[in-house]
């Protein structure tokens, strides 16, 4: 056989492919700093990273309009990814803010976190911009592995360790069916691109759709979906706070993006299996996350089951593949990345006041001992519960906007119903923390860093909740634009 | 249906398998002594009753770095059948891949995994 026929050399459009190029150049010099010095100089390691991802974040934001694809169409780069991009990398930079003065605090200080962090960067950003069932899996791996490794990053603590361990397995697991769906999927279309695959009219439906259901029930396991959800408050609760804060944001949009990229795609033929399938997997995931976030005495815990509760809101928006339902699922996704955050991270910095055990009873009169975190923290709570002026109201609206499109009356009923218990956990927090008398002296004084860029996200939400067309004058072209192709 | 004899002919030799053995169990001569159950470790008394200690972690770490080279050579013998042909984009390519794993190789060497000089305190 001829091997030129086999092959043929593309040479890749890097600059499609740029802010990826700089992402991973960072972690490569942080790796090299690691293994030259002796000991690294935090600082250092801090002010690379920042000056990297600015340099990424500053390339994105220009050239936002950018589309094309390279890498013999393995990687995509379309105004979805680009927005996608500008939050990840946000998102990356604010937590470097929060991260020294944690593990200084907790002695568990290790060189590797930095270039871990800017590899899962890397992953996630790869991940959000391909169609490619095999750069999927390697993207998602990517962020995974550097996952489970900075899950354990705590010193002499055993739930640290006990979580990474559950999430490796278990994540193994989703790796072992999301490539067994693919394998389904390869079978049905003779090729790897998701939109090939999808846009065939083939003979063997029932291939397509167990495919498409392991493939879904692969990420659903990274996402924590109810049924594959056990990982998740352990891993959540067992990791170093600024981690799970990280894991919380930009994970879950790393992990989402594939899934969102499928929505337009979906077929009438298996329209109503997508429907069905995601609407009682989203209905079964809020009510389940809020009930059991109900009883949670440790308020790190209690967050992790609103994590799984808003995977439940998001999910019962992808159910509807429609344009206004890709809008909506967007735009929640991004809001819940900033107040998801917002709420662990202020708990990243309560922990370090010493004997701090995040318990619910030690939040009562927070106010007077430390008024501005209680006040950034009321604001993310209030924003997870969905209260007007919060960006948290206008995007759970939007979901269920969308439900009523398709008619999904009672995933959207049973919606306002989660909804309703959620206000037991989160009001509760505001109440303990702004109409009874203080239990604990906290005595400590969060660094200016981190109260700049607390009270930037806590003032977005608000602002994005008031002016909402801000991001949705973005949202709602790159939807269409996602459905036109 | 058209295996159906094929499924057959495995429950078959699963049965005489499983015969052959039980039927050893039932008749063979059984004379137990002490010695006979004795493990055999090259004709030496045993280091360690039980036999199941803990290996050293610097075994795992050496199994990852033989994992990394391992993958090195498999990719390496399909490059060097179109060397010719990739001609200097090849080139470039691969120097990157071998680039990146020697990079985890010096990893593992800064880290002190080919260290193995235990201190005695390491060593159970």
Not at chain 1, 314 to 319: F, H, K, N, Q, Y
Not at chain 1, 404 to 419: C, D, N, P, Y
Not at chain 2, 21 to 40: E, I
Not at chain 2, 88 to 100: A, C, D, H, Q, T
Request: with cysteine; aromatic share 16%; proline share 3%.
């Amino acid at each position: 056989m001829e091997i030129k026929s086999l092959i043929s050399i593309e040479y890749p459009n890097l600059a499609l492919f740029f802010p990826e190029l700089i992402v991973l150049i960072t972690g490569f010099i942080l790796f090299t700093l690691d293994i030259i010095l002796k000991r690294i100089s935090h600082r250092l390691a801090i002010g690379i990273s920042i000056m990297g991802y600015l340099i990424a974040l500053l390339y994105v934001l220009l050239n936002f309009d950018l589309k094309g694809e390279t890498f013999y169409n393995l990687y995509v780069r379309d105004q979805f990814s680009s927005l996608l991009h500008v939050f990840m990398i946000l998102l990356t930079i604010v937590l470097l803010a929060f991260t020294y003065e944690y593990q200084k605090f907790k002695r568990s200080i290790y060189s590797e976190f930095y270039y871990i962090l800017s590899f899962s960067l890397l992953g996630s950003m790869i991940l959000v911009s391909s169609y490619n069932l095999l750069l999927i899996y390697i993207a998602l791996e990517a962020v995974s592995v550097s996952f489970y490794i900075m899950t354990a990053l705590q010193k002499k603590d055993f739930n640290s360790k006990e979580g990474a361990f559950k999430y490796l397995i278990l994540g193994g697991l989703s790796i072992a069916l999301a490539s067994y769906g693919a394998v389904f999927l390869y079978l049905y279309g003779g090729s790897m691109d998701l939109r090939q695959i999808l846009h065939l009219d083939g003979p063997n439906k029932e291939l397509l759709i167990l495919g498409l259901i392991l493939f879904l029930f692969g990420f659903a396991i990274k996402i924590g979906v109810v049924p594959f959800h056990f990982w998740l408050p352990d891993a959540y609760q067992g990791a170093p706070t600024p981690i799970t804060a990280y894991m919380a944001s930009v994970g879950k949009i790393a992990f989402f993006a594939p899934v969102i990229r499928v929505m337009p795609l979906v077929q009438e033929s298996f329209h109503k299996t997508w429907v069905i399938t995601l609407a009682v997997l989203a209905v079964i995931t809020f009510l389940y996350g809020n009930v059991v976030a109900l009883v949670q005495k440790d308020v790190k815990r209690m967050l992790a089951y609103s994590s799984i509760a808003h995977s439940g809101f998001i999910l019962a928006g992808i159910s509807v593949a429609e344009t206004i339902g890709v809008k909506a699922v967007v735009y929640f996704l991004l809001a819940y990345s900033i107040m998801g955050m917002l709420s662990f991270l202020v708990l990243a910095v309560l922990e370090r006041s010493g004997a701090w055990e995040n318990q619910i009873q030690e939040f009562s009169g927070l106010r007077l001992s430390q008024p501005f975190l209680a006040l950034v923290f009321a604001v993310s709570l209030l924003s997870l519960l969905g209260v007007p002026p919060t960006v948290g109201f206008f995007v759970k609206a939007l979901v269920f906007m969308s439900l009523s499109f398709e008619a999904l009356w009672w995933v959207a009923i049973l919606m306002i119903v989660g909804v309703g218990i959620s206000t037991g956990y989160y009001l509760r927090l505001v109440v303990l923390m702004y109409m009874k008398e203080e239990e604990k002296k906290l005595t400590f004084n969060p660094t200016g860093f981190e109260k700049l860029s607390m009270a930037i996200m806590a003032v977005s939400l608000i602002v994005l909740g008031m002016l909402p067309m801000i991001l949705w004058d973005y949202i709602s072209p790159l939807s269409e634009m996602l459905f036109r192709r | 249906m058209d295996y159906l004899g094929f499924l057959a002919f495995a429950f078959v030799m699963l049965g005489i398998a499983l015969l052959m053995v039980f039927l050893n169990y039932l008749l063979g001569p059984k004379a137990p002594s002490s010695l006979k159950d004795y493990p055999y470790e090259c004709g030496v008394p045993l280091y360690d009753k039980s036999a199941q200690t803990t290996f050293h972690q610097g075994y795992y770490l050496l199994g990852l770095l033989l994992l990394l080279f391992d993958i090195e050579a498999a990719f390496l013998f399909p490059w060097t059948v179109v060397y010719r042909y990739l001609g200097i984009f090849g080139f470039v390519e691969m120097f990157l891949f071998i680039f990146i794993l020697t990079y985890g190789l010096l990893y593992a060497w800064r880290k002190g995994i080919l260290d193995w000089q235990f201190e005695e305190e390491y060593i159970d």
